[in-house]
Nanobody, 126 residues
Framework: QVRLVESGGGSVQNGGSLRLSCVASTPYPYKEYSVAWFRQAPGVERDWVATFACDSSTEYRDSVKDRFTISRDNAKKTSYLQMNHLEPGDTSMYYC???????????????????WGQGTQVTVSP
């Protein structure tokens, strides 16, 4: 069974930075998993933010490119989301997600991921 635990959320002012972490417990080597970050504000759908695939490729949603960076430390079984130049529109609950695919490919849909963390809140004030 895979367990994901996020941390690092908080409240910052417009233009501030936060780094989210997601520590995983996995039965297989962490490098075999693709990991992603999603976010969800109250009353709206869960949106994909970024993916670090098992083949080491990365992708970002357009609104966070050049501001957010996804990374991972396979030895620590941890993924990170460095968020710079935060804006009030980034306010959401942030979730990490993981999948161990049969064939490694880029994944950007919530339905692509099997395991989810409990979320960490990010609030950006004007």
């Amino acid at each position: 069974q895979v367990r994901l635990v996020e941390s690092g959320g908080g409240s910052v002012q417009n233009g501030g930075s936060l780094r989210l972490s997601c520590v995983a417990s996995t039965p297989y080597p962490y490098k075999e998993y693709s990991v992603a970050w999603f976010r969800q504000a109250p009353g709206v759908e869960r949106d994909w933010v970024a993916t670090f695939a098992c083949d080491s490729s990365t992708e970002y949603r357009d609104s966070v490119k050049d501001r957010f960076t996804i990374s991972r430390d396979n030895a620590k079984k941890t993924s990170y989301l460095q968020m710079n130049h935060l804006e009030p529109g980034d306010t959401s609950m942030y979730y990490c997600a993981a999948i161990r695919p049969l064939v490694c490919r880029m994944a950007m849909s919530a339905s692509d991921f099997r395991w989810w963390g409990q979320g960490t809140q990010v609030t950006v004030s004007p």
